[in-house]
Structures are given as C-alpha cells and as structure tokens.
Nanobody, 123 residues
Framework: VRLVESGGDLVRPGGSLRLSCTGS????????IAWFRQAPGKEREGILC????????NYDESVKGRFTISSDNAKNTVYLQMSSLKPEDTAVYYC?????????????????WGQGTQVSVSS
C-alpha cells in the first residue's frame, strides 16, 4: 500500500486549495481514508474521513463548512477541498488508509500513511 499526497502550497488567507491523496496497491473503496494535519509543535490530528459504511466523518469542528472530502474510486484518489483558509490551517497534511469499512479518528488506528504535503496560509 502506498499513498502519495499532492497539492500543498502557500496561499493567502481566504484562499482555496485542493489536496489529492492517490493510492496504489489497494482498492480505495475497501479502505477508510482520512486526512490528518500536524501544525508545528502540535500533535497530528484527524480532520475528515471517508469510508464505505460511515460515509464522511468530520473530526475537526474548525473545518466545518470550509473543508470537504471526496473520493474518485476509479482513480484511487481521495481529495481534500479546502476553502476560506486561515493562518491556523498552516500544517503538514497527511492522508492515511486503513482496511475496513469504518472511519477511525486516531493516528495509531491507521497502518498506511503518505509522506505529507505542506500547506501554508499567510499574507
């Protein structure tokens, strides 16, 4: 199983970005896929997850109404669409995958991780 994130960039406050997480070695529809982020000096925390049984789970109230998660199973890719970005969204964003139908919230519950992509929000 391999995950590759892309799409991170430097954006101004209020801007938008779309991150991609492309997987290989597995079928994304059989896995729960989550986005996490880790800000400097902070722990890695879950944001959103998509899975066969749970649909979409939001683990971070601060992104509600601004971030959405979606998947394209034909491309084995999960997206994180981010809008109305704030400086506090600055972090390294990771996608993670775990076999099974259910989303999980915590880092130790995922076996497979991408390398991360940097998102910086600054004027």
């Amino acid at each position: 199983v391999r995950l590759v994130e892309s799409g991170g960039d430097l954006v101004r406050p209020g801007g938008s970005l779309r991150l991609s997480c492309t997987g290989s070695g597995f079928t994304s529809g059989e896995y729960a896929i989550a986005w996490f982020r880790q800000a400097p000096g902070k722990e890695r925390e879950g944001i959103l997850c998509i899975s066969k049984s749970h649909g979409i789970r939001n683990y971070d109230e601060s992104v509600k109404g601004r971030f959405t998660i979606s998947s394209d199973n034909a491309k084995n890719t999960v997206y994180l669409q981010m809008s109305s970005l704030k400086p506090e969204d600055t972090a390294v964003y990771y996608c993670a995958a775990q076999w099974g139908e259910y989303c999980r919230r915590l880092t130790y519950q995922y076996d497979h991780w991408g390398q991360g992509t940097q998102v910086s929000v600054s004027s």
